[in-house]
């Protein structure tokens, strides 16, 4: 790494979604100079507004090339997209790292189009968002107390990944350590299944006969909301973050229906009282994590 | 009926958990006179000293007797146990009502018991709750905007039915009116299913070799959370309302696994523009459904 000191850094951030105009907020007042950048001249303007970046560029090569360090909070097929287009836009000794819900497509993309030219890739995952997308709908503590994933491979650079640790941890997050495909995994687990799961439910539940819509409707309540809230996300994100780690996200889903299958046969032998057991396993599994969270995260949940 | 004029009633609640403590704080200064009810003495003093009711006493005949309104609100089989055990201490031209998650097996029961009697049996089912239970739980607003389902059959007594969905549209709920089976096969749509998803779905996630918890703990962020709530619900409850609607559950169960194949193959396929299409779909279906609650129950999802 070119830097000898931690401080007057230019942070870049490309895509100012929900991500990446959270992020620009998150480090309002951290002595970082925030430049942002997003295809929509609209959209930049309004960033540089409401102070969510410091300054933009009409030109994406004049933003890139000023940054220490760049975050691509951008879906996961334009990360790498955007990394092909640019990769001759950042001066040696800068480090790129993204945001992207899958890491293996990434992170060898990275290095690929990076590590020739003196520039690190470091690839990241911040366990944070809402069913929600675009700029309007990002705020400054959506990084609150989460957990952020940062992945090291036989080329990672020690020093960037350690500045990469230490930008997480200054905006109120917890970082986690992790090999690209052991996050693919781990991540297909706790976080893309739970994605198909609700669109079945959500499916199941309301795509029915027209006459009967008006009941079901008045038959979900608080219970369905919760369950179902991830399939309000957007499409195109989800298909490609699936498309990404489908062989991840297909042994989940042989994992899933197992446990599905058990619970079916049970309730299939009326053996209500085994009912009665796994629901108190699956409730304590839950009020174990939760407690976790909060004690260990200071969550609220 | 045998009253003449709709005021100075006396409602009892049987039962002071989360739904029947919210109830009784839901109903305070709305000129009703208030009995509350539930096995442990230490919660009907809290109950009394708190507000949550006007007065108690220490033999539940003689809440009952008194009551021109009943409101049971226990779990399935004690609202069943409770009618049986008390039939002979309601007076003739009372109602009795309940808040049980499944209907066939309990209005049967209330028929069965009261009607011979002279008593009124309505069956009701506010979609209203939590993931927590007991007193400690309960909040006045629990049932704000909520849809309450009405159950009429051959045999109710129509100034008895009217009476309730007064009652229940009194504390700012939406009634619906419903048949007792129709009723039954609708909540284990859009109700009992998800409680039995969001279990395999925790044991999937967290059940897991020991050294690979801690990763799954920092993996699983609040779409999980989200997702898995309701498995936090109270097993033992969750155990009777399935067993008491096992056939609807089952009949749920189908149409789901056949929504999960076919996003599955899908999947298995690499068919991505037609998942896009699926979770386009499913977006489209929940974000109808919390416009309508939003615009029609002012809710504020």
């Not at 309004?46 to 970046?53: G, P």
């Not at 400054?140 to 350690?162: K, M």
């Given at each position: 790494m070119s830097q000898k000191t931690d401080k007057p850094e230019t942070v870049a951030i490309v895509g100012l979604g929900l991500l990446g105009a959270s992020l620009g907020m998150a480090l309002r007042d951290k002595g970082i100079k925030r430049l942002g950048w997003t295809r929509r001249p609209e959209v930049r303007e309004w960033a540089v507004k409401e102070n969510v970046i410091d300054s933009t560029a009409g030109d994406i090569h004049d933003v890139l090339s000023q940054a220490d360090i760049t975050v691509l909070c951008l879906p996961v097929p334009e990360i790498m997209r955007c990394i092909e287009h640019n990769a001759a836009s950042w001066k040696p000794g800068a480090i790129v790292t993204d945001i992207g819900s899958v890491k293996a497509v990434v992170v060898e993309c990275g290095e690929k189009n990076l590590h020739p030219r003196g520039v690190h890739f470091v690839g990241g995952h911040p366990m944070a968002g809402t069913e929600k997308s675009g700029?309007?709908?990002?705020?400054?503590?959506?990084?609150?107390n989460a957990e952020v994933f940062v992945t090291e491979t036989p080329d990672t650079c020690p020093e960037a990944f350690a500045r990469i640790i230490k930008f997480w941890e200054d905006i109120n997050t917890s970082t986690v350590k992790i090999g690209v495909r052991e996050h693919d995994i781990l991540v297909a687990h706790t976080s893309h299944i739970s994605h198909v799961l609700a669109l079945a439910l959500t499916e199941a539940v309301l795509d029915c006969p027209e006459k009967e819509q008006k009941l079901r409707y008045s038959g979900c309540a608080t219970g369905f909301r919760d369950t179902s809230r991830?399939?309000?996300?957007s499409p195109q994100m989800w298909r490609e973050i699936i498309e990404n780690n489908q062989p991840a996200v297909l042994e989940t889903v042989k994992e899933l229906e197992k446990r599905w299958r058990h619970i079916r046969q049970i309730i299939e032998n009326k053996q209500y009282d085994q009912l009665q057991d796994e629901f108190a396993k699956g409730k304590k599994l839950r009020d174990d994590w939760i407690r976790y969270k909060n004690n260990t995260q200071h969550c609220n949940w």
């Amino acid at each position: 790494m070119s830097q000898k000191t931690d401080k007057p850094e230019t942070v870049a951030i490309v895509g100012l979604g929900l991500l990446g105009a959270s992020l620009g907020m998150a480090l309002r007042d951290k002595g970082i100079k925030r430049l942002g950048w997003t295809r929509r001249p609209e959209v930049r303007e309004w960033a540089v507004k409401e102070n969510v970046i410091d300054s933009t560029a009409g030109d994406i090569h004049d933003v890139l090339s000023q940054a220490d360090i760049t975050v691509l909070c951008l879906p996961v097929p334009e990360i790498m997209r955007c990394i092909e287009h640019n990769a001759a836009s950042w001066k040696p000794g800068a480090i790129v790292t993204d945001i992207g819900s899958v890491k293996a497509v990434v992170v060898e993309c990275g290095e690929k189009n990076l590590h020739p030219r003196g520039v690190h890739f470091v690839g990241g995952h911040p366990m944070a968002g809402t069913e929600k997308s675009g700029p309007d709908a990002a705020f400054p503590t959506l990084y609150n107390n989460a957990e952020v994933f940062v992945t090291e491979t036989p080329d990672t650079c020690p020093e960037a990944f350690a500045r990469i640790i230490k930008f997480w941890e200054d905006i109120n997050t917890s970082t986690v350590k992790i090999g690209v495909r052991e996050h693919d995994i781990l991540v297909a687990h706790t976080s893309h299944i739970s994605h198909v799961l609700a669109l079945a439910l959500t499916e199941a539940v309301l795509d029915c006969p027209e006459k009967e819509q008006k009941l079901r409707y008045s038959g979900c309540a608080t219970g369905f909301r919760d369950t179902s809230r991830i399939t309000s996300s957007s499409p195109q994100m989800w298909r490609e973050i699936i498309e990404n780690n489908q062989p991840a996200v297909l042994e989940t889903v042989k994992e899933l229906e197992k446990r599905w299958r058990h619970i079916r046969q049970i309730i299939e032998n009326k053996q209500y009282d085994q009912l009665q057991d796994e629901f108190a396993k699956g409730k304590k599994l839950r009020d174990d994590w939760i407690r976790y969270k909060n004690n260990t995260q200071h969550c609220n949940w």
